[in-house]
């Protein structure tokens, strides 16, 4: 077994000799190692990258004996807690500055901001109920439902027809419905299309805005999902 043998000076391996064991060493050390002076050695049979002799022992530097002396750098997700490194857990948004956790307030709102764009969209296409005749079925608010109802439209009221046959619709179990609509019918559909487009913008509109006015607190708990369905319902 090799047996490193520490300076207590400056704890630089002086000598590498080879023992039977580091009982054995530690029991005879002139044995092994005839310029042994124990006021001046340390032995291990482990070489140590940053050693340190606390009690008389041997031992490698933790990372805060490190940090102290200027031979760790904290890494992005660690801060100094009563005197101890301690490692937290960091949004994407947030980082460590001088010992203090910290929210980059620009890319957290760009953030929400980007929930509350997909949240409207996905309001703005969500289906709605249409009655008709006293049943109600469910109409998608998609572009293409849109654009189609308006098409239709503007078709009957140039052939001056008052019905349009076979519109489809769709029930709560997803079966499909082909219904005939009257031109009445067309334009109050049409107007719930618009209204519900302009409830989904106007919501996220609204919470966007309101986003610089919030604390950094309030902006690490900010539930896009939660706000804009209780902004939404209350439009």
Partial sequence: ?????????????????????LEDFKDSPVLF?????STRHVCSNTEFQNPILAAGTIREMTKEELYAVGKYTLADNELIEN???????????????NNTIKLN??????????????LRLAY??????????GVKYLQNNRSIDQSNLTRIVVMCQAMKKT??????FYTKDNTEKYVNL????????????????TKAMTTETLLSHN????????????DAKDRYEKAYKNM
């Fill in 83 to 97: 005197n101890k490194i301690k490692t937290v857990e960091l949004s994407e948004c947030e980082y460590v500055e």
């Fill in 33 to 37: 190692y005839p310029d042994w002076d």
């Fill in 124 to 133: 703005d296409v969500a289906p709605f109920e249409f009655e008709v005749g």
């Fill in 1 to 21: 077994m090799i047996i490193n043998i520490y300076d207590k000076n400056n704890l630089q391996v002086i000598a590498h000799p080879v023992a039977t064991s």
């Fill in 182 to 197: 009257t031109l009445q019918d067309m334009m109050k559909m049409a107007n719930i299309m618009q209204l519900h487009t």
């Fill in 163 to 168: 019905e349009f046959e076979n519109w489809k």
């Fill in 211 to 222: 986003l610089e006015n919030l604390t950094d607190a309030e902006l690490k708990e900010y």
């Fill in 105 to 118: 307030r620009e890319k957290r709102i760009e953030q929400i901001k980007n929930e509350l764009y997909e």
